[in-house]
């Protein structure tokens, strides 16, 4: 397997990593993974055969804004945000040689399902989105949906709500 690193030279300056499988002969789809949060890139190269054989994929892991090596400062953190992020990552992955561009998809992992979501809502068009664990219901514990279901009036005052031991005003959620 072959791996390259990249950061992308606008937005937030994402910074991620491309896993191509030797056994590749022509462009294959791609799997973006959208990690959680507050974590970064979430993907074992170990596990590697398990994703990429059968067809064959590429594999694009990446660190959205306030995570890992993108860096950023965590209050100005948003799900909007990310999403905009896993969008521009869409659109990087889309170009690449490897790449069939009509077979790019999105897997989100409990919060990166939430930016998987919002990119495939307002900001870009991929084959596929697979949500898991997510927290964008409102029965999920005590996660973004169920805050802003819980604190909205307050948030609305302009007050913050506690989201994994930071807070944030409403435009976060």
Not at 17 to 41: E, M
Not at 84 to 100: I, Q
Not at 114 to 126: H, N, S
């Amino acid at each position: 397997m072959k791996t390259r690193g990249f950061k992308l030279p606008h937005g937030d300056h994402n910074v991620g990593r491309i896993y191509i499988p030797d056994t590749l002969t022509s462009p294959a789809g791609a799997i973006i993974i959208c990690h959680g949060g507050p974590g970064g890139q979430q993907f074992d190269p170990d596990e590697a055969d398990r994703w990429l054989l059968n067809p064959p994929w590429v594999i694009v892991s990446f660190d959205n804004y306030a995570c890992g090596l993108t860096g950023g400062h965590d209050p100005e953190m948003t799900f909007d945000r990310w999403g905009k992020d896993t969008a521009d990552v869409y659109r990087f992955v889309t170009t690449l040689p490897e790449v069939d561009p009509s077979r790019v998809g999105l897997i989100g992992i409990s919060s990166g399902s939430e930016a998987a979501l919002r990119c495939a809502i307002d900001y870009a068009t991929p084959a596929f989105v697979v949500s898991i664990a997510t927290c964008a219901s409102p029965n999920y514990g005590n996660w973004p949906a169920q805050i802003l279901c819980r604190d909205l009036e307050a948030l609305q005052r302009g007050e913050t709500s506690d989201c994994c031991g930071l807070q944030f005003k409403l435009g976060f959620f």
